[in-house]
């Protein structure tokens, strides 16, 4: 049976100011202790929340009687980003009236700095609605491709890391890292290449939990990537913010072999977030694009964020984003190579891939030889068409 703490005759004299509130709320805490789990997570959120938004540690008195506030990890991902998504998405569809698109789209580009100079379509009355505000194309001269380096930038945005993988491990930010295998999903057995990209073309529903297929005891995953002797694994990962230019292309010559979709949660991406939440890239929505170029594995990941729950592939009309339903730990899968077509997606350097609804995270993770090198700085802002790096 659940009981209440009281107070001892001792404890009474000690901050007389918070007697009586202390009293209460011990018999409100012993009362919460009672419930089950989740409707007691539901009746401690709101102080929660109070705890974290009041300035000067205003309920940290609280503490005094036991209660404990859940942490901000587990309190944002309890946030419902997924239906929020899904509600923005249907908002940007929505059709302006002429006279409400200057103030709106103007106040989107003050706010984040948006450069419209650069856009194939200056006019702000063009653009009927936010989501075509937000996929708007440029002008064909406002981002030259590099032709020198293997590697472009295939998006505008920041980097927020770069170099080697170690110990099949991948940093999201600067020491907060995330499981190579988790982030990608196993490969099928008897694969030769990874992902399955020599199979016939199939569609499943659901595959197995990201991790559960375990590799050969003497070789790792890392290494299962890797196909050409004396060749490294290599990873990117560039930020887009709400202002970037919110189309990505293809980063080099490459042939697209296969596609996974994992559903999963929406969190935000901003670095920020990215420091609290372990493995955050592998938690969120994401479309692994892997193939191989000419010095063997490549792979380009979109991953979805808050806002951004639809990823758009241009060449994969197969793909919807977000649904509604979804089975947490599940992913689709489905390949470009089929009898007909042997080769998969060729894709060249700079082409038009794929679009994000507002602003989210590019991942690439490649084999090269030992001698390739980034031409980077951690944190530094790219634009698409620059050089990443090159042998």
Same mark, same amino acid.
């Given at each position: 049976?659940?009981?209440?703490?009281?107070?001892?005759?001792?404890?009474?004299?000690?901050?007389?100011?918070?007697?009586?509130?202390?009293?209460?709320?011990?018999?409100?805490?012993?009362?919460?202790?009672?419930?089950?789990? @989740?409707?007691? /997570?539901?009746?401690?959120?709101?102080?929660?929340?109070?705890?974290?938004?009041? @300035?000067?540690?205003?309920?940290?008195?609280?503490?005094?009687?036991?209660?404990?506030?859940?942490?901000?990890?587990?309190?944002?991902?309890?946030?419902?980003?997924?239906?929020?998504?899904?509600?923005?998405?249907?908002?940007?569809?929505?059709?302006?009236?002429?006279?409400?698109?200057?103030?709106?789209?103007?106040?989107?580009?003050?706010?984040?700095?948006?450069?419209?100079?650069?856009?194939?379509?200056?006019?702000?009355?063009?653009?009927?609605?936010?989501?075509?505000?937000?996929?708007?194309?440029?002008?064909?001269?406002?981002?030259?491709?590099?032709?020198?380096?293997?590697?472009?930038?295939?998006?505008?945005?920041?980097?927020?890391?770069?170099?080697?993988?170690?110990?099949?491990?991948?940093?999201?930010?600067?020491?907060?890292?995330?499981?190579?295998?988790?982030?990608?999903?196993?490969?099928?057995?008897?694969?030769?290449?990874?992902?399955?990209?020599?199979?016939?073309?199939?569609?499943?529903?659901?595959?197995?939990?990201?991790?559960?297929?375990?590799?050969?005891?003497?070789? !790792?995953?890392?290494?299962?990537?890797?196909?050409?002797?004396?060749?490294?694994?290599?990873?990117?990962?560039?930020?887009?913010?709400?202002?970037?230019?919110?189309?990505?292309?293809?980063?080099?010559?490459?042939?697209?072999?296969?596609?996974?979709?994992?559903?999963?949660?929406?969190?935000?991406?901003?670095?920020?977030?990215?420091?609290?939440?372990?493995?955050?890239?592998?938690?969120?929505?994401?479309?692994?694009?892997?193939?191989?170029?000419?010095?063997?594995? $490549?792979?380009?990941?979109?991953?979805?964020?808050?806002?951004?729950?639809?990823?758009?592939?241009? $060449?994969?009309?197969?793909?919807?984003?977000?649904?509604?339903?979804?089975? /947490?730990?599940?992913?689709?899968? $489905? !390949?470009?190579?089929?009898?007909?077509?042997?080769?998969?997606?060729?894709?060249?350097?700079?082409?038009?891939?794929?679009?994000?609804?507002?602003?989210?995270?590019?991942?690439?993770?490649?084999?090269?030889? /030992?001698?390739?090198?980034?031409?980077?700085?951690?944190?530094?802002?790219?634009?698409?068409?620059?050089?990443?790096?090159?042998?």
């Amino acid at each position: 049976m659940c009981q209440s703490n009281t107070l001892q005759g001792a404890d009474l004299h000690k901050g007389k100011w918070l007697q009586f509130p202390q009293l209460a709320l011990r018999r409100r805490l012993g009362q919460l202790s009672c419930m089950s789990g @989740p409707a007691l /997570k539901l009746r401690s959120w709101p102080l929660t929340i109070l705890y974290y938004l009041l @300035p000067f540690g205003a309920l940290k008195p609280l503490s005094r009687v036991g209660w404990r506030p859940v942490s901000r990890v587990a309190l944002y991902k309890s946030v419902p980003t997924r239906l929020l998504s899904r509600a923005w998405g249907r908002l940007n569809q929505v059709e302006l009236p002429t006279w409400l698109r200057k103030p709106v789209y103007s106040l989107y580009i003050w706010t984040f700095g948006v450069n419209m100079k650069e856009a194939a379509v200056e006019d702000l009355d063009h653009y009927r609605n936010l989501s075509e505000f937000f996929s708007r194309k440029l002008k064909p001269q406002a981002r030259p491709v590099c032709g020198l380096h293997s590697v472009i930038s295939p998006s505008d945005g920041k980097i927020l890391n770069f170099g080697q993988v170690q110990n099949c491990e991948v940093e999201q930010v600067k020491g907060v890292t995330y499981s190579l295998e988790s982030f990608l999903g196993p490969r099928t057995p008897g694969d030769e290449l990874p992902f399955g990209s020599q199979e016939p073309a199939r569609e499943a529903g659901q595959g197995e939990p990201a991790g559960a297929a375990q590799a050969p005891a003497h070789c !790792s995953f890392q290494n299962q990537l890797v196909t050409k002797e004396g060749n490294e694994l290599y990873h990117c990962v560039i930020y887009l913010a709400p202002g970037d230019y919110h189309c990505f292309h293809s980063p080099t010559d490459w042939r697209v072999a296969h596609r996974r979709h994992f559903p999963g949660s929406l969190m935000s991406v901003n670095p920020g977030i990215a420091r609290w939440i372990k493995e955050l890239f592998c938690h969120n929505e994401r479309v692994v694009l892997t193939g191989d170029w000419k010095h063997g594995f $490549f792979s380009l990941t979109a991953v979805g964020a808050t806002n951004v729950g639809s990823i758009r592939i241009y $060449f994969d009309r197969e793909l919807h984003t977000n649904s509604p339903m979804y089975s /947490k730990g599940s992913y689709n899968d $489905f !390949s470009y190579i089929s009898h007909s077509n042997k080769e998969g997606i060729p894709m060249r350097k700079g082409e038009h891939l794929g679009e994000f609804n507002l602003g989210s995270t590019i991942v690439l993770i490649f084999e090269a030889p /030992k001698d390739f090198n980034f031409h980077l700085k951690p944190g530094q802002k790219i634009r698409f068409g620059e050089a990443l790096g090159s042998l």
